[in-house]
C-alpha cells in the first residue's frame, strides 16, 4: 500500500486525511500548528518538519492556505520539491495560482517528481462527508493514478487537463459560489424586510430553480445567524482576489466578482474574517441601515 505524506490539517484537512487513514494506508503529516493534528497523532505520525514526513511518501498530498504557502510548502529550501523520494507524485489541493501551478509543475519534473493541482470544492461539510467536488489539472496518467485517493475524498472528481487548469477551474467555481452566495443573502435580507417569514421564503424556493448548495446549506445558517466557518471569509476574499488577478490577465471585466469582494473586504475591515461566507449578511444589514 503506497504511504502518504499529508501536509495541512486545517479546518478541511483535518478531515480529509481523516479518510484515506481509514482506509488503511500509513500516512504521515507536517502541520505548521501541531495542535490541529492533536486528533490524529493516534493514528499516524505527525512529524516536526515537512523533509521528514515525506522522505519515504508515494504520494504528497497538501491542503494549505495561500499561494505563498504553497510555494513555501513545495519549494522552500527545507520543501517537498528537495526532500521528497524521486518519483513521488505530489497533490496540491489548495485553492490557489493557476500560473503557480503550472510552475511547480515544471519545477516537480527538474527534481523527477510529478505534480497534479486539483483544488477542491465543498467546503467543512463536503470533507467531512467526503463529497468534495475535485478539479484536476496535470498529465492524464497521474490524475488516474491519484484516483484511489480521490475516491475517498470527494463523490465527483473531473480532470480539466493540462496543469493550471485545476486552479483554473476552481476559480470558475468561486465566481458561481460568489453569485450565489450574494443571492441568498439579498434575498433573505429582502424576504425580512418585506414583513414575510424568511424560513418559510427559504423552503419554498429551495425546491425550484433557486434551489442550490448555498440556499441548502447557507441558507439555514443566515437564518439562524450562524456564522461559524465551513469556509472563512479571509480565505474566499483571497480566492476571488485570485480570480481577478486571472481576469486581469485575459483584460476581461467580472462585475459579480468584483462588488462580493468588496463586501467581504469591508467585513474583513470589520474583523469579521474569521467568520464564515455566510456572514455576508451583516454587510448587507449594515449598509443598509446607513443608507436609512
Not at 500509513?26 to 514526513?53: G, H, Q, W
Not at 483584460?251 to 456572514?279: C, F, K, N, W
Request: hydrophobic letters at 40%; aromatic letters at 8%.
Amino acid at each position: 500500500m503506497k504511504k502518504i505524506a499529508w501536509i495541512g490539517t486545517g479546518v478541511m484537512g483535518n478531515s480529509m486525511v481523516s479518510h484515506l487513514i481509514d482506509a488503511g494506508y500509513p500516512v504521515s503529516i507536517y502541520t505548521r500548528s501541531k495542535a490541529k493534528a492533536e486528533n490524529l497523532k493516534e493514528r499516524a505520525a505527525v512529524y516536526d518538519s515537512i523533509a521528514e514526513a515525506v522522505k519515504d511518501a508515494d504520494v504528497v498530498i497538501s491542503m494549505v492556505g495561500y499561494p505563498k504557502d504553497v510555494e513555501s510548502v513545495y519549494a522552500g529550501d527545507q520543501g517537498v520539491f528537495k526532500c521528497a523520494k524521486k518519483g513521488a507524485l505530489c497533490i496540491d489541493m489548495t485553492t490557489s495560482s493557476p500560473s503557480l501551478a503550472q510552475k511547480l509543475y515544471v519545477m516537480a519534473q527538474s527534481n523527477s517528481l510529478r505534480m497534479l493541482d486539483a483544488p477542491v470544492s465543498g467546503g467543512d461539510i463536503g470533507a467531512k462527508n467526503a463529497t468534495l467536488s475535485i478539479m484536476v489539472g496535470g498529465d492524464h496518467g497521474d490524475f488516474e493514478e491519484a484516483g484511489e485517493f480521490f475516491a475517498l475524498l470527494g463523490k465527483t472528481v473531473t480532470y480539466i487537463g493540462k496543469a493550471g487548469s485545476g486552479q483554473h477551474c476552481k476559480m470558475a467555481n468561486q465566481i458561481v459560489v460568489a453569485g450565489n452566495i450574494a443571492a441568498i443573502s439579498e434575498s433573505m435580507y429582502y424576504a425580512k424586510n418585506a414583513g414575510v417569514d424568511p424560513n418559510i421564503i427559504l423552503q419554498a424556493i429551495s425546491g425550484g430553480a433557486a434551489g442550490s448548495w448555498q440556499v441548502n446549506n447557507n441558507g439555514p445558517k443566515i437564518l439562524k445567524e450562524n456564522y461559524d466557518p465551513g469556509f472563512y471569509i479571509h480565505h474566499f476574499i483571497k480566492d476571488l482576489t485570485l480570480v481577478e488577478e486571472e481576469a486581469g490577465k485575459v483584460d476581461i471585466s467580472l462585475p459579480v466578482v468584483h462588488q462580493v469582494l468588496a463586501l467581504y473586504r469591508q467585513l474583513m475591515d470589520e474583523g469579521y474574517g474569521q467568520l464564515g461566507t455566510q456572514a455576508l449578511i451583516k454587510a448587507y444589514k449594515k449598509n443598509n441601515d446607513s443608507n436609512n
